[in-house]
């Protein structure tokens, strides 16, 4: 059963971990890989489900590509044989095929887009990508679930996002990257992802200035250079091990980190009375005497991150007493709290707010992930767990976590 994780719990999880690269920054820039000529070398890139599907759609769309002996991936763009579409087949198995509306318009003042795929955690609408690039000076029009938009006079615009969506803003900075004039998005996203896409774009010969703030202004470059580029390490990958520790009564050396990117889950993980400390190799995580309750609501970074929802709801729920957890961005990810009452948690969900009563300690079940991020903490509360957990559809999980199975065996856990 390649799609199944069989998990035997109880084991405190000890020793080091090395984080991988970002999944959400390496995404969104081999998207933006196609903008410049010649060979992309890409350090730092996990080797996961849905950087391999991403590479189907660069090849789909005319990009070669390889793995180098040093892990490295090479990205070959001849601009005359880069075409602007891309399919249903491949763009619906993740959300992050929506960049190439971005890079494609910049690149080249057109793209037809396949309405995107990914996980199901909440309705995922393109309305802000569509307004800005509308700003810029496309048109657009949505059928038969593809996106159509050229644009014949860019130039570059203010852009205000309603919502600071991290999707919206990657798009809008690729496009007007090579839109003539000064464009300027206003409450932009300011996630790390954000500012790796910015550092990669301009070490091409972009003029980005602002990624990380709430004002990005992004004056148009006539050329983009193709060169060699290292991937940020990944703060999901990293918090989720931190959790681990923490769920387990164990302690692990979480490396490969840039520290300020987890403050958020940090504090989070303070106040639930875990010991954190920052060392030079890395983050030390030890757990406490016990899991105390703490309350969570999710924003837009530096707020704390949604995609660490999950695992902390996971944690909560085999603490002490109860916390209450928030999920403002998106509607439909509570679909985690099913599963972990089938392992004994006692959680109560009333619209977007989670009531997490600890239970002390959760029991192996045949348990199915629901998307990647409840599929993390399916596997936390698993580790933690008295008996055996048979997880379902771990694919989901497989699509953002880099040799989770090797790096979860190295730290002392029973995992097949
Ligand atoms: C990205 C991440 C995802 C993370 C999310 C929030 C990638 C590939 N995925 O997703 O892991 O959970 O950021 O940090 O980087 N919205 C609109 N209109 C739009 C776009 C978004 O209303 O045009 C809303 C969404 O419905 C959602 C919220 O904005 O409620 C946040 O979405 P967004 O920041 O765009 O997330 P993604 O870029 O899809």
Request: a negative charge; one cysteine or more; glycine letters at 10%.
């Amino acid at each position: 059963m390649k799609d199944t994780l069989l998990i035997k719990g109880g084991n405190p999880l000890r020793g080091k971990v090395r984080v991988s690269g970002a999944k959400n920054a390496g995404l969104v820039i081999m998207a933006a890989s196609i903008m410049a000529e010649g060979e992309t070398i890409l350090d730092n890139l996990p080797r996961i489900r849905d950087v391999e599907v991403m590479i189907q759609i660069l090849n789909e769309i005319g990009a070669e590509t390889k793995w180098n002996d040093d892990q490295s991936l090479s990205i070959m763009v001849d601009p005359s044989q880069i075409k602007t579409s891309t399919c249903y087949e491949l763009s619906k198995q993740l959300r992050a095929s929506n960049l190439f509306l971005g890079a494609m318009l910049g690149g080249r003042g057109e793209a037809i887009v396949s309405m995107p795929g990914g996980c199901d955690i909440g309705s995922r609408p393109m309305d802000l990508h569509l307004k800005g690039m509308q700003a810029l000076g496309a048109k657009t029009k949505i059928e038969h679930g593809y996106i159509y938009a050229r644009v014949d006079k860019p130039s570059g615009a203010r852009v205000y996002l309603d919502f600071p969506s991290v999707g919206a803003t990657e798009n809008i900075i690729m496009m007007a990257a090579k839109t003539p004039g000064l464009s300027t998005i206003e409450n932009a996203a300011k996630e790390p992802e954000i500012v790796d896409l910015a550092n990669y774009l301009n070490s091409m010969g972009a003029r980005i200035r602002g990624a990380g703030t709430d004002v990005i202004k992004i004056e148009g470059a006539q050329k983009l250079t193709a060169g060699r580029y290292a991937i940020i390490p990944d703060r999901i990958e990293a918090g989720t091990y931190m959790i681990s520790a923490a769920i387990t009564g164990g302690e692990v050396l979480v490396e490969n980190v840039i520290p300020t990117h987890l403050h958020p889950i940090i504090a989070k993980l303070q106040e639930t009375g875990a010991i954190v400390e920052e060392q030079d190799a890395g983050i030390l995580v030890k757990s406490g005497p016990y899991i105390q309750p703490v309350d969570i609501k999710t924003l837009p970074y530096p707020g704390f991150p949604t995609d660490m929802q999950s695992q902390m709801m996971a944690l909560l729920s085999m603490g002490r007493g109860s916390s209450i957890i928030v999920e403002n961005v998106f509607e439909n990810r509570f679909q985690i709290v099913d599963e972990l009452k089938r392992m004994g948690a006692n959680i109560k969900v009333e619209g977007h707010t989670a009531v997490v009563e600890g239970v002390g300690r959760l029991c192996g079940a045949r348990v199915k992930a629901t998307d990647l991020r409840a599929g993390a903490a399916l596997v936390l509360g698993a580790l933690a767990a008295i008996g055996e957990t048979e997880i379902e559809n771990a694919i989901h999980i497989f699509r953002g976590y880099e040799n989770l199975c090797e790096k979860l065996i190295s730290l002392g856990a029973d995992v097949r």
